[in-house]
């Protein structure tokens, strides 16, 4: 057995960009996400899952290294971990189980339209599948291929976009109806424990990021609200919540619904809609997101668009359409985006 000394951060860090099997597509402050796939498909693989705890502190020492923000605490390193690990959830790699448990999803192929490539989907790595390093393309969370080899294709399974992205085929406002008259609401009992944020776009400032339309203080408010809380091991719970006067009456868990979309649907309810910015850089536009898009969009926009996220910016996310930009605007604003353009930055 030979044994390999490395001379300093730089060559540490080489040394494990080729273990997980990173090309140059994949700048290192973006490497977050193949070292949580390659965590969880290792640690989950005795058990099929593995506790969110032992994900982050796993993945902790490799992040540091490979981020190059050296001056970072531990904290913010790993609330960086675990912010990655929903958005590798919403783009369909990882699924997060009750009781903070994390397993990889099923590895396939999402067969582009147009004969635009495949997106290489689910937990596993891109080291342990039969796909030449440099032939995957990382756009964030997403990976792309131009075409699946003969030994990826016999290996994984073939979805089409349609079928995987699960876009709803009515809208918005009907959807969110849908969602709020389905679930019966229990009556509420308050404990010690319990430390909510409501959703309030209604009273947040015009156009602000979703993140920052939620709140502690409902005042006399009485109706149906978006609530949540941060349960332990960093996982948040959504619930609808029914008040009078201020206080939760009765309130329900909002299991498998894509909480992003009811976002979007109170957003537009209130008439406060969030904002995109068309920002021309050089030769190219990008469209600037400071708030999440629902799972279904996002799935479909990784279909032909990709996906930037600032190092110095993470909240940031910047998509470039090189196709079906239309297509991608018309999503927007069924959502009720307001879409703003005619901003041009200069990068140096």
């Known amino acids: 057995m030979g044994i390999e000394i490395l001379h300093g951060p730089q060559q540490a860090a080489s040394a494990v960009r080729g273990v997980l099997g990173l090309n140059a597509s994949c700048p290192s402050s973006q490497s977050q996400f193949e070292i949580l796939r390659a965590t969880v498909w290792s640690m989950a693989a005795p058990a099929r899952e593995v506790h969110v705890n032992r994900v982050l502190a796993a993945a902790l020492p490799t992040w540091h290294l490979l981020s190059e923000r050296v001056t970072a605490s531990e904290e913010a390193l790993r609330v960086d971990l675990r912010e990655a690990l929903s958005t590798l959830e919403d783009a369909g790699d990882l699924l997060q189980l009750s009781g903070g448990y994390w397993c990889p999803a099923t590895a396939r192929l999402v067969d582009l339209p147009a004969g635009a490539g495949y997106l290489l989907i689910g937990g596993a790595p891109s080291s342990v599948l039969p796909v030449d390093r440099d032939a995957v393309q990382y756009h964030g969370p997403h990976r792309h291929l131009a075409k699946a080899s003969p030994e990826l294709a016999a290996?994984?399974?073939?979805?089409?976009?349609?079928?995987?992205?699960?876009?709803?085929?009515?809208?918005?406002?009907?959807?969110a109806r849908e969602v709020i008259d389905s679930f019966e609401r229990q009556p509420y009992s308050p404990t010690s424990a319990d430390a909510f944020e409501f959703y309030l776009p209604a009273s947040s400032r015009p156009g602000a990021p979703q993140f920052r339309r939620w709140g502690e203080s409902t005042g006399n408010t009485t109706g149906a609200l978006l609530a949540r809380r941060l349960r332990l091991?960093?996982?948040?719970?959504?619930?609808?919540?029914?008040?009078?006067?201020?206080?939760?009456?009765?309130?329900?868990?909002?299991?498998?619904?894509?909480?992003?979309?009811?976002?979007?649907?109170?957003?537009?309810?209130a008439k406060n809609p969030v904002r995109a910015r068309r920002i021309y850089v050089g030769d190219r536009t990008e469209w600037l997101f400071t708030s999440e898009i629902p799972r279904a969009e996002q799935r479909t926009f990784a279909a032909f668009g990709t996906l930037t996220i600032p190092a110095d910016r993470p909240f940031e996310r910047r998509w470039t359409f090189a196709r079906n930009e239309g297509l991608a605007l018309d999503m927007l604003r069924s959502l009720g985006i307001a879409l703003e353009q005619h901003h041009r930055e200069d990068r140096r």
Do not use: F, N, T
């Not at 399974?157 to 809208?171: N, Q």
């Open 233 to 269: 091991y960093g996982a948040r719970e959504y619930r609808l919540a029914d008040l009078r006067a201020g206080r939760i009456v009765s309130a329900c868990d909002l299991q498998g619904v894509d909480v992003r979309r009811l976002m979007y649907a109170l957003d537009l309810a």
């Open 155 to 175: 290996a994984l399974p073939v979805e089409d976009l349609a079928s995987w992205a699960r876009l709803p085929s009515i809208s918005l406002q009907e959807w």
